[in-house]
């Protein structure tokens, strides 16, 4: 027997690959401090908990297929703070981001059909879209630029008549990228003039620092029959395990047969939707105290990698990562020498290799992700093994 190609040829997760390697270095009594992975430690609103416990039906029945009425509802309020407009029939909600990324993917794209992504970009894009045999053609973009897309000529040359649609992540994972009013505007004319959907996953709505103004997709009016908005609840509320996301689209028909999709796996959890429902209500200020939190750990970050000599990163401006450039010849030999060789008075840290968050190959080598969803002390003391890491690593290339 013989498994099919779609799946072997799928790549494994960058960030979860290398975590056998910690479970063994933290059974062997190391402390492994976790940068890998965009998992906070905020605390979740207790609206959430608080709202499953008030549940007082005496079944859990399943739901419906398009989601929780009362969470559609909560989200379509959500959306209008920020002048995005949807009714009942143009949400449904999902098992995470992950199945509205997928759902958009098979939505929009037939086997041999492309999709432009920048790149470095998160590393699920690979996998959903090698599952269904489309292609990511990427758009890519570099450190020295802060990960800013290239001009529309550019960008121009990679659309073939198989390019059905263009998926990115605003704000980016895992590069931090807040993508400017201009570039939304640029790929929305693209998309308009070749005729292309638009799979904006914005689950990093709110992470934005630095002042800067955040242009959703959804704020451009005249292309919206070809916007398709994916979001979550994970890193919005700290609600990872949660696994509540959706996709949003006034192009109702589009959002009819996703339906379709849904129907098949019959319905997200329950319970997950009425705790899901609080967190959208949730008053706005909370952002404010997240982002000042993250704001003041980013910035504890940067401080640290340009104190590392040969590490090159500009401060990124949204979502909780960067993608940094280490003086290492292989950011994977690295990470793996980082938890199964080294420590410094017991600790040791873990980041995510880039090289699979690029689809070029042979480009994100001597890159890595760092998440910075530490609280203060923890990101301090990760730093200071990272530093000592970075010395005394074999591969080091300075
Ligand atoms: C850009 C982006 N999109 C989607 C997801 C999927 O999130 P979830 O399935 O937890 O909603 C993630 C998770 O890290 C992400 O970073």
Known sequence: MQLSSRITSMQESPIRKLVPYATKAKAEGKKVFHL?????????????????????????????????????????????KYDMHYEKDEIIITNGG?????????ATMDHGDEVLVPEPFYTNYNGFTSAVDVKVSPITTSAEDGFHLPNRETIEELIKPKTKAIMLSNPGNPTGVVYTKEEVEMLSSLAKEYNLFIIADEVYREFVYDGLEFTSFGNMKDI?????????????????????????????????????????????ATLEQVGATALYKTDQSYFKNVNKEYD???????????????????????????????????????????????????????????????????????????????????????????????????????
């Open 98 to 106: 992950s199945e509205a990324l997928l759902f958009s993917v098979i």
């Open 224 to 268: 919206q029959d070809r916007v398709i908005i994916v979001d979550s609840v994970s890193k919005r509320y700290s609600a990872c395990g949660a696994r509540i996301g959706s996709v949003a689209s006034k192009n109702k028909e589009l959002i009819a047969q996703i339906l379709k999709l849904a129907q098949g796996r019959l319905c997200v």
């Open 296 to 398: 003041r750990r980013r910035n504890i970050m940067m401080e640290a990698l340009n104190n590392m000599p040969g590490v090159f990163c500009k401060s990124p401006t949204g979502a909780f990562y960067v993608n940094a450039k280490l003086p290492v010849d292989d950011a994977e030999k690295f990470v793996t020498w980082l938890l199964q060789e080294f420590e410094l008075d017991g600790d040791t840290v873990m980041l995510a290799p880039a090289e699979g968050f690029y689809s070029t190959p042979g480009l994100g080598k001597d890159e890595a992700r760092i998440a910075y969803v530490l609280k203060e002390d923890d990101l301090k003391r990760a730093m200071e093994v990272l530093k000592a890491g970075l010395e005394h690593y074999p591969g080091k290339t300075v």
């Open 36 to 80: 890998n992975i965009g998992q906070p430690d905020i605390e979740t609103p207790k609206s959430f908990m608080e709202s499953i416990r008030n549940f007082d039906q005496k079944v859990i029945a399943y739901s419906f297929s398009e989601g929780l009425p009362e969470l559609i509802e909560a989200m379509i309020d959500y959306y209008k």
